[in-house]
């Protein structure tokens, strides 16, 4: 049983920040690629950030300059900080986890964590 657990989402006037975390805990052998995802109410889940095991990341355009994602493979956490908050950056926020167990990969994910950006 694998469980993905968020927190540090909340309530941030336009220009603050928050630093989202999730923690993989289970049955794991091992981490390949992990990110946040979000969703607007009325638009699809969208990307904002990925890194992979090896440190690599890539950001949406929106983001950039603004967000920083990191992992400590360690603790099996990833990690959002979010700077220069907006007001169009409320959403739901969702990590995502790629786990190995044996020879299996599957995608896992969180229940979701709420940031309000107020203007």
């Known amino acids: 049983q694998v469980q993905l657990v968020e927190s540090g989402g909340g309530l941030v006037q336009a220009g603050g920040s928050l630093r989202l975390s999730c923690a993989a805990s289970g049955s794991i052998d091992s981490i390949n690629a992990m990110g946040w995802h979000r969703q607007a109410p009325g638009k699809q889940r969208e990307l904002v950030a990925a890194?992979?095991?090896?440190?690599?990341?890539n950001y949406a355009d929106s983001v950039k300059g603004r967000f920083t994602i990191s992992r400590d493979n360690a603790k099996n956490t990833v990690y959002l900080q979010m700077n220069s908050l907006k007001p169009e950056d409320t959403a739901v926020y969702y990590c995502r986890a790629e786990i190995r167990k044996t020879i299996c990969t599957r995608t896992y994910w969180g229940q979701g964590t709420q940031v309000t950006v107020s203007s």
């Open positions: 890194i992979t095991i090896g440190g690599s990341t």
